[in-house]
C-alpha cells in the first residue's frame, strides 16, 4: 500500500473515499484483542458473544475506529491529521463478515492553517449498514 | 455463561447520584512502546509509515513515530492482574474500564458508540492517563433486554499533562435474557 504523501490535493464536497474492506476472522479479532488488552469474551468466545445476542464473536469499539482511521489514512495521506472520528454501532461485524468501510467529504471549512474535511463514514457487511459515523480531517495549507 | 465478575452492582438510582462526577481518575499499565504499535500493525497490515519510521514521521511534522490514533485508549487500560493481587480465577471478566465500577442492575456491559477527538499525537514511551466523567444514565428496555445507556466522558493525559484525546463513549449495560435475541 502506497499512502499519498502531500499535494494530495483539496478535499472536495462530494468526493466518495475508496472503500476499505476486510474480512472478520476469529484470528484476527483475537489479535486485536491484544492489540487493545480488550479482553471482554464477546470479542473471541462464541458462547459469550451469543449470550449477549450476537449470533458470534464480534468486533470491538476499537476495531471498528481503526477500520475508520485506514479509510482516513489511505485517503488523506501521511499529511492529513485525523481530528476526530464518531461513530454509532447499529450491528454486530462477526467472524466470517466481509465488511466494506466507505466515507464521503460533507464539508470542508478553514481551521486556521488548515483546511479541514467533515466526512460522514460507514461500514457495510452482511447484517447491512453495521456502523454509521463521521470524521473530522485536517490538511496543512 | 456466568455474569461477568467486575462489574458493579447496584441500582440507577445509585447511578444517578454519580452524574457530573469523576468515576475514575488512573494511569494506564503500561508506557507506549513500538512493540505494542507494531503489534497493532500487523492485525490488519495497516502499512502507514508514520507508526513504524521515524525519519518519515518526522518529515511530515512529528518528533518520530507516532502511535495510530486509535490505539489513543490503549494504554490507559488498567491491568486485568497486578502484583499482590490474588490469581485471576476461571471467571469472565468485562474489559476493566470505569465504566464497570458505576452501579446498575445489568451483567453485561457493551458499548454502543463512541466519539473520539484527537489532540496531541502519542509516542513511544509516553504514559498516558484517563479522567473519566459519567454524564448520563438513561434507563431503557432495548430489544438485548432491561438496561440503561450510559454515557462516560473520558480525557486522556500524557506525562506532560497534555490532553491526547477525549472520547464519549455511550454504552449499554443489560440483563442478559434467556432466549435467543436477534
Not at chain 1, 475508496?18 to 480488550?38: C, G, I, K
Not at chain 2, 469523576?22 to 509509515?49: N, Q
Amino acid at each position: 500500500m502506497t499512502l499519498p504523501a502531500t499535494g494530495r490535493g483539496v478535499p472536495t464536497v462530494g468526493e466518495q473515499l475508496a472503500p476499505y474492506s476486510l474480512t472478520v476472522t476469529l484470528q484476527r479479532l483475537v489479535m486485536e484483542a491484544a492489540a487493545n488488552r480488550d479482553f471482554a469474551p464477546i470479542h473471541f468466545d462464541g458462547e459469550a458473544a451469543r449470550d449477549s445476542g450476537a449470533p458470534s464473536p464480534y468486533m470491538n469499539t476499537t476495531f471498528n475506529e481503526t477500520v475508520f482511521e485506514v479509510l482516513l489514512r489511505n485517503w488523506g495521506g501521511l499529511d492529513a491529521r485525523i481530528e476526530v472520528i464518531e461513530f454509532s454501532m447499529k450491528a454486530f461485524n462477526c467472524v466470517g463478515d466481509e465488511i466494506t468501510a466507505g466515507g464521503c467529504v460533507t464539508a470542508t471549512r478553514e481551521g486556521g492553517a488548515r483546511l479541514v474535511a467533515e466526512l460522514d463514514l460507514w461500514i457495510d457487511g452482511p447484517r447491512g449498514r453495521t456502523v454509521t459515523g463521521s470524521a473530522a480531517v485536517a490538511f496543512p495549507r | 455463561m456466568p455474569p461477568v465478575s467486575n462489574l458493579a452492582h447496584g441500582t440507577w438510582e445509585q447511578a444517578d447520584a454519580l452524574i457530573g462526577t469523576t468515576i475514575a481518575r488512573w494511569t494506564g499499565a503500561d508506557a507506549v512502546s513500538e512493540g505494542d504499535i507494531r503489534r497493532k500493525l500487523e492485525v490488519i497490515g495497516f502499512d502507514c509509515p508514520l507508526h513504524y519510521d521515524a525519519d518519515c514521521a518526522r518529515e511530515h511534522h512529528y518528533d518520530g513515530v507516532v502511535a495510530p490514533v486509535s490505539m489513543s485508549r490503549v494504554w490507559a487500560m488498567p491491568a486485568y492482574w497486578s502484583p499482590g493481587q490474588p490469581p485471576l480465577g476461571t471467571e469472565p471478566m468485562s474489559t476493566p474500564i470505569p465504566a464497570t465500577q458505576i452501579p446498575g442492575e445489568g451483567d453485561t456491559l457493551i458499548a454502543a458508540g463512541v466519539r473520539m477527538e484527537y489532540r496531541e499525537p502519542v509516542r513511544p514511551g509516553d504514559r498516558i492517563s484517563g479522567n473519566a466523567v459519567l454524564r448520563s444514565v438513561a434507563p431503557k428496555k432495548t430489544r438485548l433486554g432491561p438496561g440503561a445507556f450510559l454515557v462516560v466522558e473520558t480525557t486522556y493525559s500524557n506525562q506532560r499533562a497534555e490532553v491526547v484525546a477525549v472520547e464519549t463513549v455511550t454504552l449499554l449495560r443489560f440483563e442478559q435474557q434467556p432466549t435467543e435475541a436477534a
